[in-house]
């Protein structure tokens, strides 16, 4: 009996409706800053690697995310007017392009095209990512407003895991739960509100169910065809998993995009038609020219199915976060020191979870995608990559651009390299016999 | 004397300069079975290591006397030189004398260095220290003195040595007096500059972290007399500050260049080797005491957050404090914490009307005609100025 | 049966007709200039010419270069890189490892046994390993390109230039000439630095012997001799190499006459 290709993509019921929410929720939190911004209310600053917004959320405190509205100016084609703002400032080309977006849009009066860019009234910046610290500074210079560093310690060497019986685990524990009443303090004379711990339990009760919708998102590109592209599509559920972390919004989003996901799933629809290589991104992405370097892997029929940026910018959603209501405040320091953390820090030596992802997700190969903005994503790939290579038999491919700053964009350069990429992994295909 | 104080100065200059690591050679020599532990930048509680007998060796940069061959293939570009010198350094075999190998997050690039150095040299025992980014929390000291235990019990695991008080008690008097032989070095500088050039001040203090500290100690409590004797005579240069110098080094002929044309009477080169500002006390719980020096009685850098010391207020004092006239405000390339407080340093600076030069540097530059220019005519421009 | 390669660099555009028993019949080469359909069309008619037949013989052309795309009698496009690396293992049987420094980019490539891409690691974002910085040394010291390699290896002792741009070098030479260097010795200097650049390329997948070095380049005998060196072993070179990505092509453009391998390839064009 012939089977029968199915010729044209069958009608699915819930198709759009993960973007049409997704567009609608991000209106809204741009109507929520310029609202914030209008009635002076404040703002907290924060980073999608330790952001706390267990705990801003719990005070109602408007969250603003500069690296998201950064990635944002670059999507609309607008970064390098903030960027050369920045730069006539004295600020140099060699340093993290979200960085001088945001101070561009502070020193040209802070209208970004999604709408008002409050300033902050608070900062939360973690040490997850050295360059959140100085950004920080560069606020408490302009605005005078509080800037609360949590510090969390990481990984201390390869391999590295908490025994929960440790000293180790108990110090780390109790310094950043210090830290995090600290922060409770400093959001109770900020926002004008007495803590209350009923409402942080709330909070951490949704991020619970949020974790398990993201592992359940992520696990449904084990599929063939996977569902989603782990970059394009990633990256929305990345941004609304951050900024509604813990709010009933933010499950129901995610409840939406894993039905969307298990519709596909169930009619054999993938990301791109006629899947024909799976791909792991290692890296963070170029926003400048977004869709032109999907289409560079999607004409060979390549899917990203997963990426290292949906893990380490999660904060512990992917890594089985669970947090214990009746001990809040504790368990919220530890989940952070176990899930948060460690997503971020081990990509140092990532290798291994490279390797393991590989094969769990039936990877072809990698794109080690290094930006210069980004030095902490990128700065060792060469090295991880020739490991994958050479223990792990995964090839990569390396390529190099950066997130916001179309002058590092060189698609004749990109496209030469992605192509014979894609045509050394076809005669790989071709030598297995597949 | 003067053939004495030149002595001194070439020993120091071949520790901190030779790529073979000669005085750690000798060491080694003279301790058969003696452990060697690496440390990155900024800091590191040396103290620790040296209580298990342990010789603690600063891993710098180099400039071009260590061509990069091996490091490229394994870090991407857009980072600074000091991480590509000194992972050739590892690549080349000459730290396979390392027992242990320890970095702090200074940045996003050199927090690679752990991984990659994890990767290519897997018996090294390569640790990181998380040195506190919160400084300013009630929270801090405990739990750095949490870190500090950590990092000792692995340094016993190592070494085979137990760090008892006594041992320690010991290393942290000779780390303190080291640390007061360089302050006062630093106090000759800035009173009588014209007795000692700054390219041999440079290598007196750097020296710290590449030999024996008693050895060290020895060199300075020679050194310091004779300088103090010196019969140079005070010129009409320049006095000014350099502030950049906290982890990747200029190379030693900018310092050179610098000198003709200016006195440098204060500076932050190798800032981690005098980063306690005082004594630490020697009494009561010792790693505590390490911790609460580190926190409450130290210096500060652009990679060392603390909201009790706003940057540019520290970088004002010490220009106040040491009588310099003007600043150069440096950052080696590619050094994105560096860079950025350029921007608020000159900003302060401009706001104060202290002349300042803003440039960047790169510890493997050989040619140094452009900043020999920049320097001279930033000089000149003042000069006129104060006609 | 007869089959065509065309490599349209950013420099030179080089042609290859080649037999189905891989001989090559005839070559062709000329400047790339604004035209590159046109630089494609001269470079495949001078190759042409030199065999005794026509266009019309030609059952299949492959494309390949920065300027592939544009090769508008071409049947399929194949990147360079690909293309190296079966050209290169055609050259030279035993080769592994490839080392392609080009006027604009270096390519490091592994290889298997039969020319297919291991791995791969070209020259990032910038200049300063390929051959434009020998280019910048010409115009700087006004020296013809031919002469650098024999100048440089009269060096006694060769400066150590620091700069990681092309940008700067010209300037960086000349500081070092106003310093009273040797021309030859700033010369090797320029040599050592591109030669270290390339091989580290090489090494992030690993060198494996034989390596073998194409590109214009290669006729500089001061650099096959530095690279040698730093790969450790001789390195293989042949006057052909500047034809190894034509050849490369004409090797795939023959894999579909045989077996038709293009038809199940995912890429559209």
Same mark, same amino acid.
């Given at each position: 009996?012939?089977?029968?290709?199915?010729?044209?993509?069958?009608?699915?019921?819930?198709?759009?409706?993960?973007?049409?929410?997704?567009?609608?929720?991000?209106?809204?939190?741009?109507?929520?800053?310029?609202?914030?911004?209008?009635?002076?209310?404040?703002?907290?600053?924060?980073?999608?690697?330790?952001?706390?917004?267990?705990?801003?959320?719990?005070?109602?405190?408007?969250?603003?995310?500069?690296?998201?509205?950064?990635?944002?100016?670059?999507?609309?084609?607008?970064?390098?007017?903030?960027?050369?703002?920045?730069?006539?400032?004295?600020?140099?080309?060699?340093?993290?392009?979200?960085?001088?977006?945001?101070?561009?849009?502070?020193?040209?009066?802070?209208?970004?095209?999604?709408?008002? #860019?409050?300033?902050?009234?608070?900062?939360?910046?973690?040490?997850?990512?050295?360059? #959140?610290?100085?950004?920080?500074?560069?606020?408490?210079?302009?605005?005078?407003?509080?800037?609360?560093?949590?510090?969390?310690?990481?990984?201390?060497?390869?391999?590295?895991?908490?025994?929960?019986?440790?000293?180790?685990?108990?110090?780390?524990?109790?310094?950043?739960? @210090?830290?995090?009443?600290?922060?409770?303090?400093?959001?109770?004379?900020?926002?004008?509100?007495?803590?209350?711990?009923?409402?942080?339990?709330?909070?951490? @009760?949704?991020?619970?169910?949020?974790?398990?919708?993201?592992?359940?998102?992520?696990?449904?590109?084990?599929?063939?065809?996977?569902?989603?592209?782990?970059?394009?599509?990633?990256?929305?559920?990345?941004?609304?998993?951050?900024?509604?972390? @813990?709010?009933?919004?933010?499950?129901?989003?995610?409840?939406?995009?894993?039905?969307?996901? /298990?519709?596909?799933?169930?009619?054999?629809?993938?990301?791109?038609?006629?899947?024909?290589?799976?791909?792991?991104?290692?890296?963070?992405?170029?926003?400048?020219?977004?869709?032109?370097?999907?289409?560079?892997?999607?004409?060979?029929?390549?899917?990203?199915?997963?990426? /290292? #940026?949906?893990?380490?910018?999660? @904060?512990?959603?992917?890594?089985?976060?669970?947090?214990?209501?009746?001990?809040?405040?504790?368990?919220?320091?530890?989940?952070?020191?176990?899930?948060?953390?460690?997503?971020?820090?081990?990509?140092?030596?990532?290798?291994?979870?490279?390797?393991?992802?590989?094969?769990?997700?039936?990877?072809?190969?990698?794109?080690?995608?290094?930006?210069?903005?980004?030095?902490?994503?990128?700065?060792?790939?060469?090295?991880?990559?020739?490991?994958?290579?050479?223990?792990?038999?995964?090839?990569?491919?390396?390529?190099?651009?950066?997130?916001?700053?179309?002058?590092?964009?060189?698609?004749?350069?990109?496209?030469?390299?992605?192509?014979?990429?894609?045509?050394?992994?076809?005669?790989?295909?071709?030598?297995?016999?597949? | 004397?003067?053939?004495?104080?030149?002595?001194?100065?070439?020993?120091?200059?071949?520790?901190?300069?030779?790529?073979?690591?000669?005085?750690?050679?000798?060491?080694?020599?003279?301790?058969?079975?003696?452990?060697?532990?690496?440390?990155?930048?900024?800091?590191?509680?040396?103290?620790?290591?040296?209580?298990?007998?342990?010789?603690?060796?600063?891993?710098?940069?180099?400039?071009?006397?260590?061509?990069?061959?091996?490091?490229?293939?394994?870090?991407?570009?857009?980072?600074?030189?000091?991480?590509?010198?000194?992972? %050739?350094?590892?690549?080349?075999?000459?730290?396979?004398?390392?027992?242990?190998?320890?970095? =702090?997050?200074?940045?996003?690039?050199?927090?690679?260095?752990?991984?990659?150095?994890?990767?290519?040299?897997?018996?090294?025992?390569?640790?990181?220290?998380?040195?506190?980014?919160?400084?300013?929390?009630?929270?801090?000291?405990?739990?750095?003195?949490? %870190?500090?235990?950590?990092?000792?019990?692995?340094?016993?695991?190592?070494?085979?040595?137990?760090?008892?008080?006594?041992?320690?008690?010991?290393?942290?008097?000779?780390?303190?007096?080291?640390?007061?032989?360089?302050? %006062?070095?630093?106090?000759?500088?800035?009173?009588?500059?014209?007795?000692?050039?700054?390219?041999?001040?440079?290598?007196?203090?750097?020296?710290?972290?590449?030999?024996?500290?008693?050895?060290?100690?020895?060199?300075?409590?020679?050194?310091?007399?004779?300088?103090?004797?010196?019969?140079? =005579?005070?010129?009409?240069?320049?006095?000014?500050?350099?502030?950049?110098?906290?982890?990747?080094?200029?190379?030693?002929?900018?310092?050179?260049?610098?000198?003709?044309?200016?006195?440098?009477?204060?500076?932050?080169?190798?800032?981690?080797?005098?980063?306690?500002?005082?004594?630490?006390?020697?009494?009561?719980?010792?790693?505590?005491?390490?911790?609460?020096?580190?926190?409450? =009685?130290?210096?500060?850098?652009?990679?060392? =957050?603390?909201?009790?010391?706003?940057?540019?207020?520290?970088?004002?004092?010490?220009?106040?404090?040491?009588?310099?006239?003007?600043?150069?405000?440096?950052?080696?390339?590619?050094?994105?914490?560096?860079?950025?407080?350029?921007?608020?340093?000159?900003?302060?600076?401009?706001?104060?009307?202290?002349?300042?030069?803003?440039?960047?540097?790169?510890?493997?530059?050989?040619?140094?005609?452009?900043?020999?220019? %920049?320097?001279?005519?930033?000089?000149?421009?003042?000069?006129?100025?104060?006609? | 049966?007869?089959?065509?390669?065309?490599?349209?660099?950013? *420099?030179?555009?080089?042609?290859?007709?080649?037999?189905?028993?891989?001989?090559?019949?005839?070559?062709?080469?000329?400047? *790339?200039?604004?035209?590159?359909?046109?630089?494609?069309?001269?470079?495949?008619?001078?190759?042409?010419?030199?065999?005794?037949?026509?266009?019309?013989?030609?059952?299949?052309?492959?494309?390949?270069?920065?300027?592939?795309?544009?090769?508008?009698?071409?049947?399929?496009?194949?990147?360079?890189?690909?293309?190296?690396?079966?050209?290169?293992?055609?050259?030279?049987?035993?080769?592994?490892?490839?080392?392609?420094?080009?006027?604009?980019?270096?390519?490091?490539?592994?290889?298997?046994?039969?020319?297919?891409?291991?791995?791969?690691?070209?020259?990032?974002?910038?200049?300063?390993? *390929?051959?434009?910085?020998?280019?910048?040394?010409?115009?700087?010291?006004?020296?013809?390109?031919?002469?650098?390699?024999?100048?440089?290896?009269?060096?006694?002792?060769?400066?150590?230039?620091?700069?990681?741009?092309?940008?700067?070098?010209?300037?960086?030479?000349?500081?070092?000439?106003?310093?009273?260097?040797?021309?030859?010795?700033?010369?090797?200097?320029?040599?050592?630095?591109?030669?270290?650049?390339?091989?580290?390329?090489?090494?992030?997948?690993?060198?494996?012997?034989?390596?073998?070095? *194409?590109?214009?380049?290669?006729?500089?005998?001061?650099?096959?001799?530095?690279?040698?060196?730093?790969?450790?072993?001789?390195?293989?070179?042949?006057?052909?190499?500047?034809?190894?990505?034509?050849?490369?092509?004409?090797?795939?453009?023959?894999?579909?006459?045989?077996?038709?391998?293009?038809?199940?390839?995912?890429?559209?064009?």
């Amino acid at each position: 009996m012939e089977t029968q290709k199915v010729a044209i993509r069958p009608s699915l019921s819930r198709a759009g409706d993960t973007r049409t929410a997704s567009r609608s929720l991000m209106d809204n939190w741009w109507t929520e800053l310029g609202e914030a911004d209008a009635s002076d209310r404040p703002v907290a600053n924060t980073f999608v690697m330790g952001s706390l917004a267990e705990v801003l959320t719990t005070f109602d405190l408007t969250m603003s995310f500069p690296e998201i509205a950064a990635l944002q100016t670059a999507v609309k084609g607008k970064s390098m007017d903030y960027l050369l703002a920045a730069e006539d400032l004295g600020y140099s080309p060699d340093i993290c392009g979200y960085v001088k977006v945001d101070i561009g849009l502070h020193a040209t009066g802070r209208n970004h095209p999604l709408g008002k #860019y409050p300033k902050p009234g608070m900062v939360v910046a973690s040490n997850m990512c050295n360059t #959140y610290i100085k950004w920080s500074e560069f606020w408490e210079r302009q605005y005078g407003c509080p800037v609360f560093v949590l510090d969390l310690p990481g990984w201390r060497g390869t391999g590295f895991e908490y025994d929960a019986s440790s000293d180790n685990f108990r110090d780390d524990v109790r310094y950043v739960e @210090g830290q995090i009443r600290d922060l409770i303090s400093l959001s109770e004379e900020v926002s004008g509100k007495k803590f209350d711990i009923d409402k942080l339990r709330e909070v951490l @009760g949704n991020v619970n169910r949020m974790s398990e919708l993201y592992q359940s998102i992520l696990a449904m590109n084990k599929n063939k065809p996977a569902p989603f592209n782990a970059l394009t599509e990633g990256i929305n559920y990345m941004g609304i998993a951050n900024i509604l972390r @813990g709010r009933p919004e933010g499950i129901q989003f995610m409840e939406t995009a894993l039905a969307e996901l /298990e519709e596909r799933v169930a009619y054999g629809v993938g990301a791109v038609t006629d899947e024909r290589f799976r791909l792991l991104l290692v890296g963070t992405a170029c926003y400048t020219n977004f869709r032109d370097f999907v289409g560079m892997f999607e004409r060979w029929k390549g899917v990203f199915v997963a990426s /290292e #940026y949906m893990s380490f910018a999660g @904060g512990g959603l992917d890594r089985g976060l669970h947090y214990d209501l009746d001990r809040p405040v504790e368990s919220l320091a530890e989940q952070i020191l176990i899930t948060a953390q460690p997503s971020m820090s081990g990509i140092f030596y990532s290798h291994e979870w490279q390797a393991a992802t590989a094969e769990e997700y039936q990877i072809d190969g990698i794109c080690y995608h290094g930006v210069k903005s980004c030095r902490t994503t990128a700065a060792g790939l060469p090295d991880a990559r020739e490991w994958l290579l050479n223990n792990a038999n995964v090839p990569g491919l390396f390529i190099q651009s950066d997130l916001v700053d179309s002058r590092l964009w060189s698609e004749a350069q990109m496209r030469n390299r992605i192509d014979a990429f894609f045509e050394s992994l076809e005669s790989r295909r071709i030598q297995a016999g597949v | 004397m003067q053939t004495e104080l030149s002595q001194i100065v070439e020993e120091c200059r071949i520790a901190v300069e030779d790529p073979e690591y000669p005085a750690v050679q000798q060491w080694l020599e003279a301790n058969p079975g003696g452990k060697v532990l690496g440390h990155f930048q900024v800091y590191f509680p040396e103290e620790l290591a040296h209580a298990a007998g342990m010789l603690p060796l600063k891993m710098k940069g180099f400039d071009s006397s260590v061509q990069i061959r091996e490091a490229d293939a394994h870090i991407a570009a857009f980072v600074c030189s000091i991480l590509r010198t000194s992972l %050739e350094q590892a690549l080349s075999g000459r730290l396979d004398f390392l027992s242990m190998y320890v970095t =702090h997050p200074i940045c996003d690039a050199a927090r690679h260095l752990n991984g990659v150095w994890t990767r290519r040299f897997p018996d090294m025992n390569c640790q990181i220290l998380y040195l506190p980014q919160n400084a300013s929390s009630s929270h801090a000291a405990p739990y750095l003195a949490a %870190e500090y235990r950590r990092i000792a019990g692995l340094i016993e695991e190592v070494t085979g040595s137990p760090i008892n008080d006594d041992s320690l008690r010991a290393s942290i008097e000779l780390f303190n007096e080291n640390r007061r032989l360089l302050r %006062e070095l630093y106090q000759i500088r800035r009173e009588t500059p014209w007795q000692i050039g700054l390219a041999d001040a440079y290598l007196l203090m750097s020296a710290a972290g590449a030999m024996p500290r008693e050895r060290h100690n020895e060199l300075l409590e020679r050194a310091l007399p004779i300088i103090r004797a010196g019969d140079n =005579h005070p010129q009409d240069k320049l006095r000014i500050v350099f502030e950049g110098g906290y982890c990747e080094q200029p190379p030693i002929e900018m310092l050179s260049v610098l000198q003709d044309v200016a006195y440098v009477v204060d500076d932050d080169f190798m800032i981690g080797l005098r980063w306690i500002l005082d004594d630490v006390p020697t009494s009561g719980d010792l790693i505590d005491n390490l911790a609460v020096s580190y926190l409450d =009685h130290s210096s500060y850098s652009p990679v060392q =957050h603390d909201p009790r010391k706003p940057k540019e207020d520290m970088l004002l004092k010490r220009i106040r404090e040491s009588g310099a006239e003007a600043a150069i405000v440096a950052a080696p390339k590619m050094c994105e914490p560096g860079l950025e407080e350029q921007v608020a340093y000159d900003d302060a600076l401009t706001a104060e009307d202290i002349p300042h030069l803003v440039i960047e540097f790169e510890e493997k530059t050989a040619n140094h005609e452009q900043a020999r220019m %920049e320097v001279e005519t930033f000089a000149e421009s003042l000069l006129f100025e104060f006609v | 049966m007869l089959v065509g390669g065309v490599d349209v660099g950013s *420099t030179q555009t080089k042609a290859v007709i080649m037999t189905g028993e891989h001989e090559i019949l005839g070559r062709g080469l000329c400047p *790339t200039g604004a035209k590159l359909a046109e630089a494609g069309q001269t470079a495949f008619d001078l190759a042409m010419d030199e065999t005794d037949f026509t266009e019309s013989d030609v059952s299949f052309v492959v494309g390949t270069g920065y300027g592939r795309f544009n090769i508008n009698f071409g049947d399929a496009q194949v990147t360079e890189i690909s293309c190296h690396a079966r050209g290169a293992v055609h050259l030279f049987p035993n080769t592994r490892s490839v080392l392609d420094i080009g006027g604009q980019d270096t390519k490091a490539i592994k290889v298997t046994d039969d020319g297919q891409v291991v791995d791969f690691n070209m020259n990032d974002k910038c200049a300063a390993g *390929t051959g434009r910085f020998l280019g910048a040394a010409s115009d700087a010291l006004e020296i013809p390109l031919g002469d650098l390699g024999p100048l440089a290896l009269t060096a006694k002792n060769p400066v150590k230039m620091t700069t990681t741009c092309t940008v700067f070098a010209e300037s960086e030479i000349l500081g070092w000439l106003a310093k009273g260097r040797r021309i030859e010795d700033v010369v090797m200097g320029v040599h050592n630095s591109i030669a270290s650049r390339s091989v580290a390329l090489l090494r992030r997948a690993g060198i494996e012997p034989e390596v073998t070095f *194409t590109g214009g380049v290669t006729r500089n005998t001061a650099m096959v001799e530095l690279i040698s060196e730093l790969v450790g072993s001789q390195v293989n070179t042949n006057e052909e190499s500047h034809y190894c990505g034509a050849i490369g092509a004409s090797l795939y453009a023959l894999d579909q006459v045989l077996t038709g391998a293009f038809s199940e390839r995912g890429a559209t064009a």
